[in-house]
């Protein structure tokens, strides 16, 4: 069983780049990152993996589970924190530095 595995995984946004065919296995213990220029698709892939943006075809798994159909157990296993981060607006910087440690 793989970690992450993706098979001919392809999101489309109209004109806009998606991702194409992405072909991926990850044994469980292995490192692996996602590296490229903006606009590569490495946030789309990571996005479809956890769910929270549905593939135009393809599948997908984390640790041999469908990433769609078992998206809840999934996330229940899995800790992500995204590049950018949106605070409240009306936040105090006391409360954000709070919310901080407590990650």
């Given amino acids: 069983m793989f970690a992450i595995e993706t098979n001919n995984l392809t999101k489309n946004y109209g004109k806009s780049r998606g991702i194409k065919d992405v072909n991926l296995q990850v044994n469980q213990g292995e490192f692996y990152g996602f590296i490229g220029p903006n606009g590569a698709g490495k946030s789309t892939t990571i996005r479809l993996l956890l769910n929270f943006i549905y593939p135009t075809s393809g599948n997908m798994k984390i640790l041999g589970r469908d990433c769609v159909k078992e998206s809840r157990i999934i996330k229940e296993q899995l800790g992500y924190v995204p590049s950018e981060v949106n605070y ?7 409360e954000i530095i709070e919310i901080c440690r407590k990650f």
């Fill in 88 to 94: 409240y607006k009306n936040m105090k910087v006391s």
